[in-house]
């Protein structure tokens, strides 16, 4: 038991993603562009504040975070007119507003901020964790294994659909579940571990990534010229962000590839190609 313990707390560790509730000096970027588009990052948190504090019964702080949403918005919605007419230091002033304005809001709400964490928390673990079963289902599928491993892969997704459906009304439910499906997932490893076809799939998966990061790049620079000529500021530095996510991530991949850190290399592959895939429903808009 203390082991799985142990484990679960490992799995965790590397799962994890940092939470949002810490602003982090990028979110203090003195450009406007970059201020128009860290709005959009602090706005969520703030929203997923609002609804845990309404689901509470608090809905007096609801009603403030609420009301500090639509002020922010307002003020962000001049911010953007005057970034797109070329006023940057008059755009960058009320960014710094809104931003200001928001984030006094997160501070007010320290009664429900915990629990919120802990749901993304538990969120991000989920994620973490369909990550690496995204890699497995492929070798399950290619090599046409049966038997155990696919046992374990059916109850490990099993349990994290469990917790998906559990993390906004049960989050101490849905962290236990998470722990089950980490253990499934740690079997499921060491039965692969000493599998060299799997390793060969796996290989191949990851180069695939790499190749289809770089040609994903190239679309992605050119639509976001396109946007940027169209004046689509938000949209531009959304594509801008998966942009540089791709870059670091395939470096991290190529990385963990050197080192044969096969775990990473799983989340890393499924990771670039959920990235693509944003980034294809980008360009279909």
């Not at 990851?206 to 940027?228: F, Y």
């Not at 991949?253 to 890393?268: E, H, N």
């Amino acid at each position: 038991m203390e082991m799985m313990k142990a484990l679960f707390v490992l799995l965790l560790a590397s799962l994890l993603i940092p939470l949002p509730f810490q602003l982090t000096a990028a979110d203090r970027d003195s450009t406007a562009e970059k201020l128009l588009y860290n709005y959009q990052k602090v706005r969520t948190i703030a929203i997923s504040l609002e609804e845990k504090a309404r689901k509470l019964g608090n809905n007096s702080l609801a009603d403030n975070i609420a009301n500090a949403i639509k002020k922010a918005d307002e003020l962000m919605r001049e911010a953007e007119n005057y970034y797109k007419s070329g006023n940057y230091t008059e755009a960058r002033k009320l960014a710094l507003e809104a931003l200001d304005i928001i984030r006094n809001a997160i501070r007010d709400a320290k009664p429900v901020a915990q629990e919120v964490r802990r749901e993304i928390a538990i969120s991000s673990a989920i994620r973490r964790c369909e990550l690496i079963l995204d890699n497995i289902k492929a070798v399950i599928t290619r090599l046409n294994l049966t038997g155990n491993i696919t046992s374990l892969y059916n109850e490990a997704s099993s349990l994290l659909d469990q917790a998906k459906k559990e993390v906004k009304t049960n989050v101490t439910l849905a962290g236990e579940l998470v722990k089950q499906a980490g253990g499934k997932i740690k079997e499921m490893l060491l039965e692969l571990k000493n599998y060299k076809p799997a390793g060969k799939i796996l290989a191949k998966r990851a180069e695939r990534a790499v190749s289809w990061s770089e040609l994903a790049i190239k679309d992605l620079e050119k639509l976001e010229k396109k946007l940027r000529s169209e004046g689509k500021t938000i949209a531009a530095s959304r594509v801008k962000y998966l942009i540089d996510r791709l870059n670091n991530i395939r470096s991290e991949l190529l990385d963990a590839y050197s080192k044969g850190d096969r775990m990473r290399i799983m989340q890393l592959t499924s990771e670039i190609y959920r990235l693509i895939r944003e980034a294809w429903t980008i360009g279909r808009r």
